[in-house]
């Protein structure tokens, strides 16, 4: 059988890079081995459903992420926006979203345009492309973004440990990187129960 795949090589390091909007990111890191990270720990959270698979590979002598092609994709969620074209069951499309804003400040995505958001015939939401996260920041980018939550995916983000996610994301992640992720973690329980206790489970969970 053969499947159409994609391969990332990028693996840059440097004192100063592009930071989204044309500024200036400090200690810019764009490398190909965080999106093998991003779907590891969107496994662990129960999230594999919406990242594609990725994982390690060379091609033409180059070690690189080579990930799982989403197929059947209808547009990725800038064009939709833009189009102002609406979901069949907007419910359930918001319902994925929040997930994908779940990972997304979890793993404190330098880069997260919506052509990252990939929305396919059936209106399932596909993320890709991690290679500007994993930034070493301890606090939530935009918490605001966290509206809602699926139960299940709150109830595994408690569980997760920093061993968990550094054996998971070996050798991709540092232990500074993972000690972030996991500030993060904590950052956003605490905010899903104040937001729970502010407005209510039902309007807050599902």
């Known amino acids: 059988m053969t499947y159409d795949a994609s391969f990332q090589p990028i693996d840059e390091k440097k004192m100063e890079g592009p930071a989204p909007g044309g500024g200036i990111e400090l200690n810019f890191r764009d490398y190909w081995g965080y999106d093998i990270a991003g779907y590891r720990i969107a496994k662990?959270?129960?999230?594999?459903?919406?990242?594609p698979?990725?994982?390690?590979?060379?091609?033409?002598?180059t070690p690189g992420a080579i990930s799982w092609r989403v197929a059947n994709?209808?547009?990725?969620?800038?064009?939709r926006y833009k189009q102002n074209i609406h979901p069949p069951d907007v419910d359930v499309f918001n319902k994925q979203m929040y997930k994908v804003r779940v990972l997304t400040q979890l793993f404190y995505?330098?880069?997260?345009?919506?052509?990252?958001?990939?929305i396919d015939k059936d209106w399932k939401i596909?993320?890709?492309?991690?290679?500007?996260a994993f930034r070493l920041q301890h606090d939530l980018k935009d918490p605001k973004d966290l509206v809602q939550c699926d139960r299940q995916v709150l109830a595994k983000l408690r569980q997760l440990s920093f061993d968990q996610v550094l054996d998971a994301t070996k050798p991709y992640l540092t232990k500074n990187e993972v000690k972030a992720l996991m500030a993060r973690r904590d950052k956003m329980v605490t905010y899903f129960d104040a937001l729970v206790a502010q407005k209510g489970e039902g309007q807050v969970l599902y």
Do not use: C, H, S
């Open 73 to 79: 994709v209808q547009f990725d969620e800038a064009d």
């Open 53 to 61: 698979v990725y994982t390690e590979r060379k091609w033409n002598g």
């Open 44 to 51: 662990l959270l129960g999230l594999d459903d919406m990242v």
């Open 126 to 132: 596909w993320r890709i492309d991690f290679t500007r």
């Open 109 to 118: 995505d330098m880069d997260p345009n919506l052509t990252n958001v990939l």
